[in-house]
């Protein structure tokens, strides 16, 4: 089995450099101004040009103005685009770009129903539930509502952490697993430990690409 590790909502050079050496195959930039892990996008653009080959920028949105992205766009070296909030299937495909569509769950049957709606995707990303936030509560979710059967590459994310991302794995075994408060030392501050951990504990159950 491979996984492969994306590290979500990097505001800093020593946090990307740090995901980078732990060998982070994507890295998340946060483009939604309400998170504490949001950046601008002159910040964006340094910590892009930091990122070598092989390894993808993501640009994470939540229900953005079409302006919005493509002026992020303009500027910022974005590989891949995720959007995080209720934006459409033709919202989502219309910026030219490989997209992800992250989906809150909280009820059977809904992750099949973002596949379909969602089906030009490069992958669902499945998350906890909340009804004040769009990501990054540190809550996980019932990984029983996961199909077996999947269109789609997925990717897991919710509540992640060394304590527990093994056993994730095991039990759903997804495409990717998608991290940010689970190895923090504050909200939008990475801790290098935590990093590391995540990253053995990951290496410990399966290979990586």
Not at 25 to 51: D, K, Q, T
Not at 68 to 92: A, I, N, R, W
């Amino acid at each position: 089995m491979t996984v492969r590790v994306k590290i979500c909502g990097l505001t800093r050079r020593q946090d990307v450099q740090a995901a980078i050496d732990c060998g982070a195959h994507a890295i998340g930039l946060v483009f939604y101004p309400p998170s504490p892990r949001s950046v601008s996008m002159e910040v964006a653009r340094e910590l892009g040009s930091m990122i070598p080959a092989f390894v993808t920028v993501t640009g994470l949105f939540v229900n953005p103005e079409r302006e919005f992205v493509e002026d992020v766009l303009k500027t910022v070296p974005l590989d891949l685009l995720q959007f995080h909030g209720d934006e459409s299937p033709d919202f989502c495909r219309s910026f030219g770009r490989r997209w992800i569509k992250a989906v809150r769950v909280r009820e059977a049957g809904q992750i099949e129903q973002a596949c379909a709606d969602y089906h030009q995707a490069s992958g669902l990303l499945v998350d906890a539930w909340d009804p004040n936030h769009y990501g990054g509560t540190g809550q996980s979710f019932n990984w029983s509502l996961i199909p077996e059967q999947r269109p789609l590459p997925l990717i897991l994310a919710g509540g992640l952490s060394s304590a527990n991302v093994a056993r994730a794995i095991e039990q759903v075994r997804p495409w990717a697993v998608d991290v940010s408060g689970g190895v923090e030392e504050c909200k939008g501050k990475k801790d290098a430990t935590k990093l590391s951990q995540f990253f053995k504990e990951v290496h410990r159950v399966c290979k990586t690409d």
